[in-house]
């Protein structure tokens, strides 16, 4: 590809975000609403209310709409950033129409830049021009990418952004700037905890075990004076404990699936399926339409907790698969852990939203761009997660354009969810044959003098 055609490409992919930023989303737009124009007018200190006995969970408010907040505070501040601009730019006013829909899902866009010079940099570095625009356009025109984000509104790149930081700081040996990447990753959204033993074992590995733990404790230090630093305005204003309260609660979904294409998706399809057909017919109950299933249900019928075996099934994935990745030495198996973990938690835990597979799109891309045997599993996933959200918010609640869930007879989201299991064990298969590849080249005997990792170039050079 030119270098004209690839700016005409990135210009594509600008429009196309551009011009979806007014379309209105998914109801959680508006929830991001109300977040950016309290945390513009009183910053995040106050947003989760202070003290009180049982701790308080402050409803906020905007136009009559209230709801509670329940990001941690990196989230909300940037939503603030995004409030007092649209503030200032209406002479003081907040209007409630497209232009605050835009203002809110811009710092995600922003983010998607983010990640795109992230990856097109990084890959360069390592791979080469033709590597990095592959990589950079794997993740700037992908439709799941541009659905989650400017499209659907999901606040999803705010977090993958310093993820991505992460991995590529402790691969380039940049232990402290690693470290606070993960705080940042942490301190937006709860899910990104889920690939902290990938960022952990990133600067590890990386660089050799000699100074390994020198690399740990520096990253461990940063992260705790970053984490610090973005927690300064909650605990200044005593909220800390009504933080950490509310963190604490984020478990308590009761639901089985919350519109998740996955395991748990499947368990509720089929177990409305078999208490309908006694009063539906078999046809009929298993060819309906499917929807989220309570938990509390679930039990009442006597079934065990799914909240426990989709923990102990989680847990045990990931295990297995830090164990697979465990000689992990390069930027590429460090994306590929992480991709694995979010695949595994959100196709295995109880409670996972429809939007929690978005980490492991970019990741695996990434993964794709130094390792050629993840493509199609990338290109797989990236379907599902695409389909996953479509089938239940086409291209906006409000707007339409979903494909139609009963053409495939059996409930399309089921099938997609489906194709997301045997996704998940055809992704296993591919981090245990590269995590071999990996502890081999680590294993190998020095050749002419010089070790297997002296023979190779290093990370800092261009290759």
Request: hydrophobic letters at 55%.
């Amino acid at each position: 590809m030119t270098g004209t055609q690839f700016r005409a490409a990135l210009l594509f992919g600008a429009v196309i975000r551009l011009a979806a930023l007014p379309m209105p989303g998914t109801h959680d737009v508006g929830v991001w609403k109300i977040w950016s124009y309290v945390a513009a007018r009183e910053g995040v200190g106050r947003l989760y209310g202070v003290g009180g006995n049982p701790l308080e969970r402050r409803l906020v408010s905007l136009h009559g709409a209230e709801t509670t907040v329940d990001y941690p505070p990196l989230a909300p501040a940037e939503l603030g950033i995004a409030g007092r601009v649209y503030r200032w730019l209406n002479h003081g006013g907040y209007p409630d129409d497209t232009r605050l829909i835009a203002a809110v899902k811009t710092p995600a866009l922003l983010a998607d830049a983010g990640v795109l010079a992230i990856l097109y940099y990084s890959v360069r570095r390592l791979r080469g021009e033709r590597r990095a625009q592959w990589a950079a356009l794997a993740f700037w025109l992908n439709p799941a990418v541009l659905l989650a984000g400017s499209i659907l509104g999901y606040l999803d790149p705010l977090f993958l952004l310093p993820v991505v930081a992460a991995l590529v700081a402790a691969t380039f040996g940049w232990p402290v700037w690693a470290g606070v990447s993960s705080a940042a990753a942490f301190l937006t959204k709860p899910q990104a905890i889920v690939v902290a033993p990938a960022l952990a074992l990133a600067v590890w590995n990386i660089g050799g075990r000699k100074g390994a733990v020198r690399r740990v404790g520096a990253a461990a230090a940063a992260a705790a004076a970053a984490g610090a630093l973005i927690l300064a305005p909650v605990v200044r204003a005593g909220a800390l404990p009504n933080l950490l309260n509310t963190m604490g609660r984020l478990g308590a979904h009761d639901m089985l699936s919350g519109n998740a294409c996955n395991l748990w998706w499947i368990v509720g399809y089929l177990l409305r399926a078999y208490y309908s057909m006694h009063d539906m017919g078999v046809w009929a109950a298993f060819t309906a339409p499917t929807r989220i299933l309570a938990i509390s249900r679930v039990v009442e019928l006597g079934y065990p907790n799914p909240r426990i075996i989709g923990t102990l099934l989680t847990l045990a994935a990931w295990g297995w698969g830090i164990w697979a990745a465990r000689r992990a030495g390069d930027l590429w198996m460090a994306a590929a852990l992480a991709a694995f973990l979010v695949h595994a938690y959100v196709v295995l835990s109880a409670q996972v939203h429809e939007n929690h597979l978005f980490a492991a799109v970019p990741l695996l891309g990434l993964t794709a761009a130094g390792r050629r045997s993840y493509l199609w599993l990338f290109a797989a996933v990236s379907a599902i997660f695409a389909l996953n959200l479509n089938l239940f918010y086409g291209v906006g609640e409000d707007v339409g354009y979903a494909i139609p869930r009963a053409l495939t007879i059996v409930d399309a989201t089921v099938v997609v969810a489906i194709a997301n299991c045997v996704a998940l064990v055809w992704h296993a298969s591919v981090l245990k044959r590269e995590g071999r590849r990996a502890a081999s080249a680590a294993d190998a005997p020095a050749t002419t003098g010089c070790s297997t990792a002296a023979a190779r170039p290093p990370v800092s050079a261009p290759a």
